[in-house]
């Protein structure tokens, strides 16, 4: 899968996608990121891309014909496929496991980070983007750390990312739940030992375990995700008891 980052910055991204699980995802060719300098399609002598917002105020508005031709660049692209191409903006569809699933189905898909006050309005009203991407309800500075997130959490959905399928598969959100909780060496810590279930060598009683703590952790954290999860009418009373009671363990 493709990504284009779109920004005025694109040194920021040179450590993350340097390490770790990104960085093998790169070099072995499941994952590549192509960066746009917006700063290149301005046609100012100081590669200036913002301007003074019409109306005063305070800030300074990204100018919308960089922006513009930064998008028709990424379109007109030979031998690629078509972008999908999104602004990340605190107004637009807010991001999820299953919005991040989405998008991992999609062969390219470019980002573009905002910063100051925004954009000129006009990029919205000449329908330059497909979509909007909100990583949550608040303000960030630029769009480069929403970038970097979506791109982490779409490519974990990508074959052979995560090198335990099975880890993915049992994460948070995956069937509508929470994780289960995690335990390593050593066995006692700070007064507190590993539950029994989890040393009992039985796959049975510990699936069964981790699932009632899976039920656990989403009746008392996230209540709200219980409305969507998928599950038996026995887990889903024992949800709805979890909520009402606690958990006793
Ligand atoms: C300082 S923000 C602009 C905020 C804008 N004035 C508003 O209040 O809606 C600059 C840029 O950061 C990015 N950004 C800020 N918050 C974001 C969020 N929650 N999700 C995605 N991108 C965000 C967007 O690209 C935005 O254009």
Avoid: N
């Avoid at 910055?9 to 996608?17: H, I, V």
């Avoid at 990583?135 to 959490?153: H, M, N, R, T």
């Avoid at 959905?157 to 049992?170: E, I, R, Y």
């Amino acid at each position: 899968m493709r990504f284009d980052i779109v920004t005025i910055f694109p040194g920021y991204f040179a450590s993350p996608f340097g390490e770790s699980l990104l960085w093998k995802a790169i070099d072995s060719g499941v994952l590549e990121i192509h960066l746009t300098d917006l700063r290149d399609f301005s046609t100012d002598p100081h590669r200036k891309v913002d301007d003074e917002p019409y109306g005063g105020g305070p800030g300074m508005v990204m100018a919308a014909p960089p922006v513009f031709a930064a998008v028709d660049a990424l379109r007109r692209e030979p031998d690629a496929p078509a972008p999908h191409v999104a602004l990340l903006s605190p107004q637009g569809r807010r991001f999820d496991a299953a919005f991040a699933r989405e998008l991992a189905g999609r062969p390219r898909v470019s980002l573009v980070c905002g910063r100051y006050e925004g954009l000129d309005e006009r990029t919205r009203e000449a329908g330059l983007f497909d979509e909007e991407i909100s990583l949550g309800d608040f303000v960030l500075s630029g769009g480069e750390a929403a970038a970097l997130a979506i791109v982490e959490a779409v490519s974990r959905f990508l074959p052979g990312v995560v090198g335990d399928a099975g880890s993915v598969a049992a994460d948070s959100f995956e069937d509508g739940l929470l994780d289960y909780p995690h335990y390593t060496r050593p066995q006692t810590f700070a007064g507190l030992s590993v539950p029994d279930a989890l040393l009992s060598g039985h796959h049975e009683k510990i699936r069964r375990w981790r699932r009632d703590r899976q039920l656990a952790a989403t009746a008392l954290r996230r209540p709200d995700l219980l409305r969507t999860a998928r599950l038996t009418d026995a887990e889903r009373r024992r949800a709805e008891e979890l909520a009402r009671t606690g958990d006793p363990e």
